[in-house]
C-alpha cells in the first residue's frame, strides 16, 4: 500500500489568493472575515502590503512553524495511514501533490483538485490536526466517487461536503483518530451541523470498524 508524503510549506501568494476570498465569507455557522480582522486589524488599510509586512516580520517564525509540523506529522502519519486503510478497506490514495501550505490565517481551506490544503500557522488544535481532518477529506470524496457511484449522483455539491464534514467530526472524535491527534478533548466541527453530528453517534457505534463506513455514509445521507 503507497502512502503520500504530505510536505510543509509557505506560500504567501496563496495567502493574498485566498485573503480575498475569505474576507467576505460564512459558512456553516463560521464567519471567516471576522476571523481574519480579529487576528490582524490592521489588514483593512491595505491587504496585500499588510501580507508582504507580516510575512517580513515575522519569516523565522513562519518557517519554523514549517518545520515544526513536518516534524509533528513525521510521528503520527504511520498510524494514520494504517488507520485509513482500515476504516476505508484498503483504498488507494488518490493522485495529487500533498502540500500543506502555511497560512497566517484561521481559515485552513483545501484543495480537491490538486490535494493541497493551507494551516494557520497558530492553529489551536494543531497541525496534526488540520493534516488529519483535510487527508481524511481527500480519502473520502475519492471513496464516494469511485466505490458509491450511485449516491454521488443524487447528491449535489453542498450536501457531498455536508456529508464529508458530518462524518469527518464523527471519525476523527473516535478512539483510534485521538490517539493520532493526542487531543482527548472533543474537537468541535462547524456549529451548523452538531445536531446531525449527535444523532448519527447517537444511532452508530464503534464506527470505526472495517466495513462500518457504508453504514456511516448510509445513515449521514438521510439526515441531509
Ligand atoms: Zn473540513
Known amino acids: 500500500m503507497e502512502y503520500p508524503h504530505i510536505q ?10 485566498m485573503v480575498i476570498e475569505f474576507l467576505d465569507f460564512t ?14 486589524p490592521e489588514i ?33 502519519e504511520k498510524l494514520f495511514f494504517e488507520v485509513i486503510s482500515k476504516i476505508f478497506r484498503n483504498h ?23 490535494k493541497t490544503f493551507q494551516i494557520f500557522y497558530k492553529h489551536k488544535t494543531g497541525p496534526i490536526y488540520i493534516t488529519v481532518h483535510e487527508l481524511l477529506h481527500f480519502i ?35 478512539p483510534s483518530f485521538k490517539k493520532i491527534i493526542n487531543n482527548q478533548k472533543k474537537i468541535n466541527g462547524y456549529p451548523e451541523f452538531k445536531k446531525n453530528v449527535s444523532c448519527v453517534k447517537h444511532k452508530i457505534k464503534k464506527i470505526t470498524e472495517i466495513d462500518k463506513i457504508g453504514i456511516l455514509i448510509d445513515t449521514v445521507i438521510k439526515l441531509l
Do not use: M
Not at 8 to 17: A, Q
Not at 48 to 71: E, H, M, P, Q, V
Not at 144 to 163: A, H, M
Open 92 to 114: 488507494p490514495w488518490p493522485k495529487g501533490k500533498y502540500i500543506g501550505y502555511i497560512s497566517i490565517f484561521d481559515c485552513n481551506p483545501r484543495f480537491l483538485q490538486d
Open 27 to 40: 459558512t456553516g455557522g463560521i464567519n471567516f472575515g471576522k476571523g481574519i480582522l480579529n487576528i490582524h
Open 140 to 174: 473520502f470524496y475519492d471513496y464516494v466517487n469511485k466505490k458509491r457511484k450511485d449516491l454521488r449522483k443524487k447528491l449535489s455539491e453542498d450536501d457531498f461536503w455536508r456529508l464529508s464534514e458530518i462524518v469527518n467530526e464523527i471519525l476523527l472524535n473516535s
Open 44 to 76: 483593512k488599510r491595505s491587504i496585500f502590503g499588510y501580507i508582504d509586512f507580516f510575512y517580513k516580520r515575522n519569516n523565522k517564525i513562519l518557517k519554523r512553524s514549517a518545520d515544526n509540523f513536518r516534524k509533528k506529522w513525521k510521528t503520527k
Open 8 to 17: 510543509f510549506r509557505l506560500n504567501k501568494s496563496l495567502d493574498k489568493k
